[in-house]
């Protein structure tokens, strides 16, 4: 298979666009959920806190390699805002 050719047909469509668009929605909702577990009085809910920063990283290495190109990701996001 040439995931090449695939990647040059999707960015036709506007691929590059979704890369972006799928990081602000993520950003989103990391920042949702995280506001949600501190509000909330369920404290089981708390063990989200603990596992998201481990899952940033992977979560925005996912989205990057969406329109093909990799780019140089900080070995650790901890921090997103909006």
């Given at each position: ?27 989103v909702i990391f920042n949702w959920v995280e ?34 190109n990799v780019d140089e990701l900080p070995e ?7």
């Open positions: 298979m040439d995931f090449k050719a695939l990647v040059d047909e999707l960015k036709k469509e506007g691929l590059d666009l979704a890369e972006d668009a799928a990081e602000k929605v993520v950003k506001a949600e577990v501190i509000k909330s009085e369920n404290k089981y809910d708390d063990m989200v806190l603990a596992v998201l920063p481990a899952l940033k990283p992977i979560i925005f290495k996912a989205i990057d390699k969406i329109d093909g650790t996001v901890t921090e997103v805002s909006a």
